[in-house]
């Protein structure tokens, strides 16, 4: 009788891991990643913090960028990101969102240790750095896929974490819904305006992604906290008819709108030209026009980021609670409340 192997199924088999780890990526249990974002590096240098920082008060050198989940249902051209290690679904062993907390901090830790060595390393930042206290659930894949995410939010924020940034494609909407804690931000993100081009350029894996994706947008329409709607720029791809978002805006109702340069990096070089990455004015034509095409209007801008951000005139309101970009002073003190808010909730829910 002939013995056959069969690899266990995990999401990160070991040839996908050494691949991801000689990228710099850090993998925490069997389907996390951590990573050290070049703003990171650049605050520690003093020399440039990343335009969440302008925007919305976070630290780039206290950011803890992550992802539980390394995999994806979209295989997206303009994605920087090595998309051949995604699987379809989730698949393998699910982590206890404690120990991904924990793991991630741990190997952030050990990635920024050798970075303090560096000699234009700010000293004070570098111990500063050692605590992060945002996290940016968004490093790779889409973070909703993993089963236990609504945990997950509240394990940071009960960890102490002052601001918890998620970034979703959309394509997992019952993640959403689940979402008892929500995060200080949701951001939405968004490249096509139609079925067509979302098929073309998005090239999701599972059925029924695009109607998922406007589930989504219309499902954070109420959702209890600041919602973005980040539009990547592409030239040549979705940047001629602005007005094309309309009716997606008219969904979502985002608070803020980010229209954002696609950057030519990473595995999309592979796929898109360097003519596809608009420069800071084009990006900036193109939310004008959004913004004479909605009510919205321009709130902030970050050259180099290549970003415009569009704000609501008017207010969202959701059971009485008025959500509505203000300025970064005002959004600070948003922050803060609602933090202390839900630190409140976990205590009586622990209690
Ligand atoms: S928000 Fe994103 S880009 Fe900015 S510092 Fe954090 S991980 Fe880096
Ligand atoms: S959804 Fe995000 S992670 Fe997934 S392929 Fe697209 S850009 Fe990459």
Same mark, same amino acid.
């Given at each position: 009788?002939?013995?056959?192997?069969?690899?266990?199924?995990?999401?990160?088999?070991?040839?996908?891991?050494?691949?991801?780890?000689?990228?710099?990526?850090?993998?925490?249990?069997?389907?996390?990643?951590?990573?050290?974002? @070049?703003?990171?590096?650049?605050?520690?240098?003093?020399?440039?913090?990343? &335009?969440?920082?302008?925007?919305?008060?976070?630290?780039?050198?206290?950011?803890?960028?992550?992802?539980?989940?390394?995999?994806?249902?979209?295989?997206?051209?303009?994605? /920087?990101?090595?998309?051949?290690? $995604?699987?379809?679904?989730?698949?393998?062993?699910?982590?206890?969102?404690?120990?991904?907390?924990?793991?991630?901090?741990?190997?952030?830790?050990?990635?920024?240790?050798? $970075?303090?060595?560096?000699?234009?390393?700010?000293?004070?930042?570098?111990?500063?750095?050692?605590? *992060?206290?945002?996290?940016?659930?968004?490093?790779?894949?889409?973070?909703? @896929?993993?089963?236990?995410?609504?945990?997950?939010?509240?394990?940071?924020?009960?960890?102490?974490?002052?601001?918890?940034?998620?970034?979703?494609?959309?394509?997992? *909407?019952?993640?959403?819904?689940?979402?008892?804690?929500?995060?200080?931000?949701?951001?939405?993100?968004?490249?096509? /305006?139609?079925?067509?081009?979302?098929?073309?350029?998005?090239?999701?894996?599972?059925?029924?992604? /695009?109607?998922?994706?406007?589930?989504?947008?219309?499902?954070?329409?109420?959702?209890?906290?600041?919602?973005?709607?980040?539009?990547?720029?592409?030239?040549?791809?979705?940047?001629?008819?602005?007005?094309?978002?309309?009716?997606?805006?008219?969904? @979502?109702?985002?608070?803020?709108?980010?229209?954002?340069?696609?950057? /030519?990096?990473?595995?999309?070089?592979?796929?898109?030209?360097?003519?596809?990455?608009?420069?800071?004015?084009?990006?900036?034509?193109?939310?004008?026009?959004?913004?004479?095409?909605?009510?919205?209007?321009?709130?902030?801008?970050?050259?180099?980021?290549?970003?415009?951000?569009?704000?609501?005139?008017?207010?969202?309101?959701?059971?009485?609670?008025?959500?509505? &970009?203000?300025?970064?002073?005002?959004?600070?003190?948003?922050?803060?409340? $609602?933090?202390?808010?839900?630190?409140?909730?976990?205590?009586?829910?622990?209690?």
């Amino acid at each position: 009788m002939s013995l056959v192997l069969v690899e266990q199924e995990t999401q990160l088999p070991e040839h996908k891991r050494e691949r991801l780890e000689k990228q710099q990526y850090r993998l925490v249990g069997n389907h996390s990643a951590v990573k050290i974002c @070049m703003w990171c590096k650049e605050s520690i240098r003093g020399k440039a913090e990343c &335009y969440k920082n302008d925007f919305y008060g976070i630290p780039s050198h206290q950011c803890l960028e992550m992802s539980p989940a390394i995999t994806c249902n979209k295989r997206c051209k303009h994605c /920087w990101r090595d998309t051949s290690v $995604f699987s379809t679904g989730w698949v393998g062993p699910v982590d206890e969102p404690k120990d991904i907390v924990d793991n991630c901090i741990g190997a952030r830790y050990k990635l920024l240790l050798g $970075f303090g060595g560096h000699p234009s390393a700010d000293r004070n930042k570098v111990e500063e750095s050692f605590v *992060p206290k945002h996290a940016a659930i968004s490093l790779t894949g889409e973070p909703m @896929m993993y089963p236990r995410y609504p945990e997950l939010i509240k394990e940071f924020f009960s960890r102490g974490f002052t601001t918890v940034f998620a970034v979703t494609s959309g394509t997992v *909407p019952e993640t959403i819904r689940a979402l008892d804690i929500f995060p200080t931000n949701i951001y939405l993100s968004v490249e096509a /305006w139609d079925k067509e081009m979302y098929t073309k350029y998005c090239i999701p894996v599972i059925p029924d992604a /695009w109607e998922k994706f406007l589930e989504s947008a219309a499902l954070l329409k109420s959702a209890k906290t600041r919602t973005i709607m980040r539009i990547t720029c592409m030239k040549g791809i979705n940047m001629d008819a602005p007005e094309k978002f309309r009716f997606l805006v008219d969904i @979502m109702q985002p608070d803020v709108i980010e229209c954002k340069a696609y950057a /030519w990096m990473g595995y999309s070089r592979q796929r898109l030209l360097l003519d596809n990455a608009p420069d800071y004015g084009e990006v900036d034509a193109f939310a004008r026009r959004l913004m004479f095409a909605t009510n919205y209007e321009i709130a902030l801008s970050k050259v180099g980021s290549d970003v415009v951000m569009l704000r609501r005139k008017t207010p969202r309101i959701v059971d009485c609670t008025t959500f509505i &970009y203000e300025g970064l002073d005002k959004e600070k003190l948003r922050q803060q409340q $609602f933090v202390k808010e839900i630190v409140a909730k976990l205590e009586v829910k622990n209690a």
